[in-house]
């Protein structure tokens, strides 16, 4: 029976201030470290209230940093004769700013400033000087849509609806593509990539005019390897046909995305971008220790004048008029949201790292295959916390390993990996090749179990031929 009556219940309410403190602290933690660093210091030129300690920069890459090293560059920050430009030479501060990095991290300013011609950006050139107009933006398309081999595996028709075409002047567009530099680019599968790196090398030998044949005519039981088949057909013997198998080997590629070469490559930098880590963990004997950086809750704060201001607004003791004790509340009251955000953000890092490294120790210390199965969402019931929380906190983010290995927090998730780390192993020590059944037969013997077809994707994921082209 339905009646009336009264009971006491605890509820969460969210304030007018909570509101926007959560969802600040939602967009804060979802940045790393150099995003969170950028937003201050942006907020710091367009809101007065905010100050910035700016006395801790480093001297090399002016990274807001607290600690004795710099997190990007790796320069100690413990050298005060660093700052002291007036009493030397600008060329002799740089030269003792570069020595106090470390010599096996040696920070390169443009390393993470200067961008490197890619592949795109070169083949776009060459379409540039041989196309103009409708045809060069086609031609543009066209090498977007490459995969990073290098092959264009788009739908002809479905490009050529993208521009009102007909398919013929698409594919007409595509074989000029294909006459780019490297050779085989912008191929529609491995055998008319290798049909076009063939006829790029010129050769006329007899052994290149045999690997042609095989290429246009047995191709199916090229890749089946029936050598006697093939020998048998094109009338000449075995040998042969292992001499032109073996001048396909050595001269073309599977991949020719590999084959570029940026302009002046021996010149430019060979570093990538720096990767800064918002987590490092250190080996402390048996236990490993999680410290976060903490690069600007110690000197972001609200500024004094400001501060001052705000308080005898709140007593009543201000004679400012009504805007600008508004413009006060207003930007002071950010800057506390902000600060409390940072705070939040990195209590919320410090406990997610925390858990993290406690649950795949065997994977810190033993490597990938004793990576354990873990999810974001078994995280946040650990830590009774809402699942997006954990994704925030890891979203973009790295994580310093003791060995020095800066990685993503993605790979304590990554459930495969110790079975592509298997893999290769199996692979590796081989005397030789092995089909994706023999694989998982051998992955079977280990006690694990998957599928032939997941085997082939795995071996893809880490990008390893088909059997046929490895015993090839």
């Keep these: 029976m339905q009646g009336h009556g009264l009971a006491q219940q605890q509820s969460r309410i969210l304030s007018g201030r909570t509101i926007p403190v959560q969802i600040q602290a939602n967009a804060i933690l979802n940045m790393s470290l150099l995003e969170l660093q950028q937003f201050i210091e942006t907020e710091a030129m367009e809101n007065p209230a905010l100050s910035l300690d700016d006395g801790r920069r480093c001297p090399v890459c002016g990274f807001l940093n607290s600690a004795c090293a710099c997190p990007v560059c790796g320069a100690s920050m413990t050298r005060t004769d660093l700052v002291e430009t007036d009493r030397s030479s600008e060329r002799d501060y740089l030269e003792r700013a570069f020595a106090s990095a470390d010599a096996d991290t040696m920070f390169d300013p443009f390393r993470s400033v200067a961008k490197r011609m890619d592949l795109r950006d070169y083949l776009k050139r060459q379409a540039r000087m041989a196309l103009g107009g409708r045809k060069l933006r086609i031609a543009q398309y066209l090498i977007e849509s490459l995969d990073d081999d290098g092959y264009f595996r788009e739908s002809l028709f479905e490009t050529a609806e993208e521009f009102a075409a007909a398919a013929p002047e698409i594919e007409d567009i595509l074989s000029i593509v294909q006459s780019f530099d490297p050779p085989g680019i912008a191929a529609r599968d491995l055998r008319e990539s290798l049909i076009i790196q063939l006829r790029h090398l010129n050769a006329m030998d007899t052994t290149a005019t045999n690997a042609e044949r095989i290429l246009l005519e047995h191709w199916d039981n090229f890749t089946k390897m029936k050598l006697k088949a093939i020998a048998k057909m094109m009338n000449v013997t075995v040998a042969v ?232």
């Design 241 to 472: 046909i292992l001499e032109a198998c073996e001048f396909i080997k050595d001269n073309l590629t599977p991949r020719p995305a590999a084959g570029y070469h940026a302009p002046f490559e021996e010149l430019a930098p060979r570093d990538s971008a720096a990767i800064v880590p918002d987590i490092v963990v250190q080996a402390h004997g048996d236990d490993f220790m999680v410290n976060v950086i903490d690069c600007h809750g110690a000197f972001a704060k609200i500024d004094k004048t400001y501060e001052e201001t705000y308080n005898s607004i709140k007593k009543g003791d201000s004679y400012l008029s009504e805007d600008d004790c508004k413009h006060i509340r207003e930007h002071v009251e950010r800057v506390k949201c902000i600060l409390e955000a940072i705070s939040l953000r990195k209590k919320t890092l410090a406990r997610v790292a925390a858990f993290l490294v406690e649950y795949q120790e065997e994977f810190i210390v033993h490597g990938a295959s004793h990576l354990k199965p873990l999810r974001q969402k078994d995280v946040a019931m650990a830590l009774e916390v809402h699942e997006s929380t954990i994704c925030r906190a890891l979203a973009d983010k790295y994580c310093k390993m003791p060995s020095g290995e800066v990685i993503s927090f993605e790979v304590f998730f990554d459930s495969a990996l110790p079975i592509r780390s298997m893999i290769s192993q199996i692979v590796a020590v081989s005397t030789e090749p092995l089909s994706d059944n023999e694989i998982a037969k051998r992955l079977a013997a280990n006690g694990i179990t998957i599928a032939r077809r997941t085997v082939a994707k795995y071996r893809e994921q880490l990008r390893m031929l088909p059997y046929q082209l490895r015993a090839a």
